[in-house]
């Protein structure tokens, strides 16, 4: 078994795009990056949150999703971007992309205030570098109960917390590494607020959680 040490648990694909998190020196300081293939082999018991973002093996993940499952029932948090086609996420749908007729279908819209997006502007969303639809190109519907946090014009979840199917909280994101790379070139955009805010989320809500105990 393999014992790690930090409050942080990041699930690494190994595709170069997925490493742009794990050599940010300020995610690197609170996060441990595991080896995906790794996950079986270590001890999950110390860790707060379970980060997984996209371009992991999601066919890996389905032949072990007793051990998410059982990550969270044990009241922990986890954190999915992606777009998710095969049912290893409790409550989770398969992704759904958006018909797009023009840039205006990639806005992306608050459709509830939160801790995670405070002070983060909609077009600073929508838009990188000019272009939209990095943030998000389609939806996952969400569970029965979840608290949809941003969506698209016609209403299709971007976001939500689904505190509902487990007995901890799941966080899902429809697109790429909801966590914005300190390295990127684009500066002083309310996004950067993201990653500080979401971290904070975190900590509030596994003490939440243990305050509110473990459903049995």
């Given at each position: 078994?393999?014992?790690m040490?930090?409050?942080?648990?990041?699930?690494n694909?190994g595709?170069?795009?997925?490493?742009v998190?794990?050599?940010d020196?300020?995610y690197k300081?609170?996060?441990?990056?595991i080896?995906i293939?790794d996950?079986?082999?270590v001890?999950?018991?110390?860790?707060?949150c379970?980060?997984?973002n996209?371009f992991?093996?999601q066919?890996f993940?389905?032949?072990h999703r007793?051990?998410?499952?059982?990550f969270l029932?044990?009241g922990?948090v986890?954190?999915f971007s992606?777009?998710?086609f095969?049912?290893w996420l409790p409550?989770?749908?398969?992704?759904?992309?958006k018909?797009?007729?023009?840039?205006?279908d990639?806005?992306?819209?608050?459709?509830?205030?939160s801790?995670?997006?405070?002070?983060?502007?909609?077009?600073?969303?929508t838009?990188?570098?000019?272009v939209?639809?990095?943030f998000?190109?389609g939806h996952h519907?969400a569970p029965?109960?979840?608290?949809?946090?941003l969506?698209?014009?016609?209403?299709?979840?971007i976001?939500?917390?689904?505190?509902?199917?487990?007995n901890?909280?799941?966080?899902?994101?429809v697109?790429?590494?909801v966590?914005?790379?300190?390295?990127?070139?684009?500066?002083n955009k309310t996004?950067d607020?993201?990653?500080p805010?979401?971290?904070?989320?975190v900590?509030?809500?596994?003490?939440?959680?243990q305050?509110?105990?473990v459903?049995?």
């Amino acid at each position: 078994m393999i014992h790690m040490s930090k409050d942080f648990i990041v699930l690494n694909g190994g595709t170069c795009f997925g490493q742009v998190l794990k050599n940010d020196e300020e995610y690197k300081a609170i996060f441990d990056f595991i080896d995906i293939y790794d996950l079986p082999h270590v001890d999950l018991s110390n860790y707060k949150c379970m980060v997984i973002n996209c371009f992991v093996d999601q066919e890996f993940l389905y032949k072990h999703r007793q051990l998410i499952k059982a990550f969270l029932d044990s009241g922990k948090v986890l954190i999915f971007s992606g777009n998710l086609f095969l049912d290893w996420l409790p409550g989770g749908s398969t992704f759904i992309p958006k018909e797009v007729q023009s840039v205006n279908d990639y806005k992306v819209y608050i459709q509830q205030e939160s801790a995670i997006f405070n002070g983060v502007l909609e077009e600073d969303m929508t838009f990188k570098k000019g272009v939209a639809g990095f943030f998000a190109r389609g939806h996952h519907p969400a569970p029965e109960g979840a608290e949809v946090l941003l969506t698209l014009g016609d209403g299709e979840p971007i976001n939500y917390i689904d505190r509902n199917s487990t007995n901890g909280t799941i966080f899902v994101h429809v697109g790429n590494d909801v966590f914005p790379s300190s390295m990127s070139e684009e500066k002083n955009k309310t996004t950067d607020r993201i990653g500080p805010q979401l971290i904070q989320w975190v900590h509030d809500e596994y003490e939440r959680i243990q305050l509110r105990g473990v459903r049995t």
